[in-house]
């Protein structure tokens, strides 16, 4: 009996989970309730001016400020322990961003279809290449809105409805695209428009010592439209001896299409 209980003390787990642009934490439902319901601890943060967060857009001007609750969540963890981050889409930045402030404190970063930037490049690097890969004409609908603070360089975006079915949930629920298309919000990248934004251009800002030493996991979602399944293989190729995985079956929100594929390959990721 002591034996079968140490096991199970070991298979528990903490997951962080980090959502993608203009989403929030509400994303995450299904994977944080199975993950609960395996036995697990799940944490799923809103980073800032997302979902819930009191924030104002406009009051969020910097990419260090939008990732500040996962920083936050991050430096009060107790002493010696070691989360799993799992992180989706635009949110690989400041998992990077969190694993080289706190590499001692990551059991695994896990990107699933997540943009991952290399080290000794600038994070805003991978974002201008996914961009020029996809085209002009690459996100339909979607639309670029005024910025209310002039110290935020660029503006913010918001995903359409036509481009969040088509590229986003084309595989997913009916009832979760409704969900998203009522809970997404404006959001800035900190990535385009903006050569002044520090975290994002620092070219010296992630280093193998501390980003490069955390084990990374990139999860290819073979059927994502947004994030396209051989920029997927570009990026994992830019970080040699990276573990990979992959889910068929699934779109871009694989944590709302697949769920149970998702729990399972994460719960093998964070026993291994």
Known sequence: MAAS???QERRRHHFVLVHGMCHGAWCWYKAATALRRAGHCATALDMAGCGAHP??????????????????????????ERVVLVV????????????ERFPDRVAAAVFVAASMPAVGRPMAATSDELLAYAGPDFFLDSKELQQENPEIKG??????PNFMAQRIYQLSPLEDLTLGLMLIKPANAFTTGNPDEVVMRDAKLLTE????????VFVVVQDDHAIPVEFQHRM????????????????HMAMLS???????????????
């Not at 989706?88 to 694993?99: F, I, K, N, R, T």
């Not at 010592?209 to 990374?216: D, T």
């Not at 390959?265 to 964070?270: G, K």
């Open 5 to 7: 209980e140490a096991q």
């Open 55 to 80: 924030a104002r857009l406009a009051d969020v001007r910097t990419f260090e400020e939008y990732s500040r609750p996962l920083l936050d969540a991050m430096a009060a963890l107790p002493p010696g």
């Open 88 to 99: 989706h889409s635009h949110g690989g930045y400041s998992v990077a961003l969190a694993a």
């Open 155 to 160: 503006k913010p975006f918001i995903f359409g």
């Open 209 to 216: 010592e501390r980003y490069g030493s955390a084990r990374r």
């Open 236 to 251: 994992v190729a830019q970080s040699p001896g990276i573990q990979v995985e992959e889910i068929a079956g699934a779109d």
């Open 258 to 272: 697949q769920p149970e594929k998702l729990l399972e390959l994460l719960t093998r990721i964070a026993n291994n």
